[in-house]
């Protein structure tokens, strides 16, 4: 039981710190109070109001006060950072709390990658990391879709699910597997919803009766609407939105008509997947607070949804989520509702950014969980040329949903080869766990490519090697260099190269955020400048072409694949019959 400070709470006893003459935006009642004080003492708030007097006082001298700011769903192995070091870069924009779903890394080294994400978060000093467990280990069932490395049944579930810090159950993008009734699948949700926890969504383009069979089987939220009507029907059946706005995922403008003040207990924001070069550059929640504000939304409401809405959905308004006696001080200081941008930051009653600096101790932990890459390279990746039409996946600008595109392909010694002037480049997928030797071959359209290639062994969420190119030689040259340095991105022409190892399960760095983040802007240059990739992030948008629970297509170390909504994948080939 937690030590009570029953004597401070009634200010008979000095609390450790006071925060004076604060304009509290109270997310409770709706309302900004005036000239409010607030007591803390160890972790916790333990009074608001009037008359504390405290050790040490902060004069807040009339600035906004509101409570810590939550991410409502990321994957924080996205952003290439170790939990300590991406905490850091969050807990100066005002967050105070991730949920996240660390099934990247749960795909990748399977429960053992838990466990390590799980370490990570304890005691980062700069933000509350709570877990959703991943649903989808691997991400569909079926072996002939894509070699997955790791399986997580319901029994390992289950051991996930008695964490303190575990709130529910991570995206069932296994949406087909539901709508089919899948045991499998039906059981991870029925364990979940029976001990109390929430059980997140996955159902991009989903809609009609599929949707309400989605929902009725015990899904409660979704993350993955890209149009307003979408979103709509899906908060109008009964589910909570997360209005998602990250690196390749852009979906707050198109979403943000959702709000209508009487909703806003149904709404929340989300990051998802966000490079830590767009984390540094624009901010974290406190961005898509800033951009709701600038629509229209009352800012109220905006905080809301950053704050009470995600805690009330997730069980854990009792400590977070608002500005209460019992829970936790993490409180944002701000001079106006306008810019969001944090004068002080506390988190659990510690100041940790102050004076445009973070509060560090420089304490940076040991980095471990390094699973080697095998790949096992073809040698010919070349396709026959065999008809007059050909698929392309096409990318949607800002979005990780595709097109079906159709082409006249280009061909050299009876093979079809890239063409630059119809922006169709190779795009490969080399399978990296087991050594296999499996690869799958396909066209992609939308990256503007020129010459080289570039690669990735962050291919969601089986995170098998991705690479696209120009040339066979060059997309081999470039999967070659990725094995070479047990995982991470590069781009490769002739004899120039730029890279960025991620050597932590070829997902993260083992070095600082100041480091990634300058080795990713190298990177993203090399490719827009020597490889003339017009994509404004072409790796965050490469890293999903191998997924295969986004309609429409997507290429996998199996093969090409064609994704209706809510279906399951079915194989097509390159080549279209004419």
């Known amino acids: 039981m937690k030590k009570l400070h029953l004597a401070q709470a009634l200010g008979d006893v000095r609390a450790d710190l006071v925060l004076k003459h604060c304009s509290l935006v109270n997310v409770l009642s709706g309302e900004i109070e005036e000239d409010v004080e607030i007591a803390i003492v160890g972790n916790e708030i333990v009074g608001v ?15 906004y ?33 991730v949920i996240t779903d660390p099934h990247e890394i749960g795909n990748v080294a399977g429960l053992d990658g838990i466990v390590y994400q799980m370490d990570s978060a304890k005691n980062n000093g700069f933000i509350d990391v709570l877990f959703v467990a991943p649903s989808c280990v691997p991400t569909l069932t079926d072996a002939s879709i894509e070699t997955a490395p790791s399986v997580l049944g319901a029994d390992k579930l289950r051991m996930v699910a008695e964490h303190p810090d575990v ?87 198109d979403l943000l008509p959702l709000s209508n003040g009487y909703n806003t207990g149904r709404l929340m924001f989300a990051s998802d997947d966000l490079d830590p070069t767009d984390l540094q550059a624009r901010g974290h929640i406190n961005h898509l607070i800033r951009r709701a504000v600038a629509a229209g939304v009352p800012p109220m409401t905006a905080i809301q949804m950053a704050t009470l809405s995600p805690a009330n959905y997730f069980g854990v308004s009792d400590r977070m989520g608002a500005i209460f006696p019992g829970a936790r001080a993490n409180i944002v200081i701000a001079l106006d509702l306008e810019r969001f941008e944090p004068d002080v ?48 996946i096409e990318l949607v600008p800002g979005q990780i949903v595709t097109k079906e595109a159709m082409f006249e ?56 090697l991705v690479v696209v190119g120009m040339e066979d030689e060059e997309i081999l040259k470039c999967a070659a260099v990725i094995r070479d340095m047990q995982g991470g991105q590069a781009a490769v022409l002739g004899d120039e190269m730029a890279r960025l190892p991620l050597p932590v399960a070829g997902l993260m760095s083992d070095d600082s955020a100041e480091n990634v983040i300058a080795m990713e802007k190298a990177l993203d240059a090399f490719c827009a400048q020597r490889l003339g990739v017009t994509s404004p992030r072409p790796m965050a948008a490469l890293s999903f072409m191998a997924l295969p629970v986004i309609p429409t297509l997507r290429i996998t170390d199996q093969g090409l694949f064609y994704i209706a909504p809510g279906g399951y994948p079915k194989k097509v080939g390159i080549l279209v019959n004419s």
């Open 65 to 97: 006060v509101y409570p810590g700011l939550i991410d409502a769903h990321i994957h924080l192995e996205s952003t290439k950072l170790t939990i300590p070091e991406v905490a850091r870069m969050m807990a100066r924009f005002g967050t105070a709390a």
């Open 167 to 253: 709130v529910g159950l991570g995206e069932m993008m296994n949406a087909a597997g539901v709508l089919m009734g899948d045991a499998q699948v039906i059981e991870k949700v029925r364990d979940y919803r029976a001990r109390g926890l929430v059980v997140d969504g996955h159902a991009p383009m989903i809609g009609g009766k599929p949707l309400n069979a989605y929902i009725y089987m015990g899904i409660q939220s979704d993350h993955e609407s890209t149009q307003l009507e979408e979103a709509r029907e899906k908060l109008r059946r009964g589910m909570v939105v997360m209005i998602r706005e990250g690196s390749s995922e852009r979906n707050l403008d």
């Open 409 to 464: 392909p280009k061909t050299h010694d009876g093979c079809i080869v890239a063409d630059a002037s119809q922006d169709i480049a190779k795009v490969c997928v080399f399978e990296r766990h087991r050594g296999s030797g499996a690869f799958g071959v396909a066209f992609v359209r939308g990256f503007g490519m020129k010459r080289g290639a570039m690669g990735s062994s962050v291919g969601h969420d089986s995170h098998n």
């Open 345 to 392: 930051v506390l988190h659990e009653g510690k100041v940790v950014f102050r004076d445009g600096r973070l509060v560090d101790d420089g304490v940076r932990p040991s980095v471990a969980l390094r699973p080697m890459m095998h790949v096992s390279l073809p040698a010919d990746i070349s396709v026959k040329a065999e008809g007059k039409l050909a698929r392309a």
């Open 49 to 63: 109001g009037q008359g504390y007097e405290g050790e040490r006082v902060i004069d807040v001298a009339g600035r």
